[in-house]
């Protein structure tokens, strides 16, 4: 039924920008949480960006300032603008989503374990 699909992977320079999207059916971005996660080969699984169905958002520490996250609920699609890219940002990138009215004071947010559904991932790679 749910089914997120990224898009906009690819290989850049440091100090690039890429834009990563997540398009989501069976389901409506303006009633999903949804969130960017990332793993590097051999690296743990771990949460970049959220944001909740009303549009509040959030970036860990390690991306502030070079990272945004944002949606656009009429095309259904979720987005990552990465800019001032690392070589340290070199991941696998999937999206993922949770239904909305969760409470989250009690939920890890940054936990992939938290998140009901995930896309199939889009590579990214930078090279310095």
């Known amino acids: 039924q749910v089914q997120l699909v990224e898009s906009g992977g690819g290989s850049v320079q440091a100090g690039g920008s890429l834009r990563l999207s997540c398009a989501v059916s069976?389901?409506?971005?303006?009633?999903?949480?949804m969130a960017w996660f990332r793993q590097a080969p051999g690296k743990e699984r771990e949460g970049v960006a959220r944001?909740?169905?009303?549009?509040?958002?959030s970036v860990v520490d390690s991306v502030k300032g070079r990272f945004t996250i944002s949606k656009d609920n009429a095309k259904n699609t979720l987005y990552l603008q990465m800019n001032s890219l690392q070589a340290e940002d070199t991941a696998m990138y999937y999206c993922?989503?949770?239904?909305?009215?969760?409470?989250?004071?009690?939920?890890?947010?940054?936990?992939?374990?938290?998140?009901?559904?995930w896309g199939q991932g889009t590579q990214v790679t930078v090279s310095s």
């Open positions: 944001i909740l169905s009303d549009g509040w958002s």
């Open positions: 993922a989503g949770s239904r909305s009215g969760r409470s989250w004071s009690n939920l890890n947010p940054w936990s992939a374990q938290t998140y009901d559904y």
């Open positions: 069976g389901y409506r971005t303006n009633n999903f949480d």
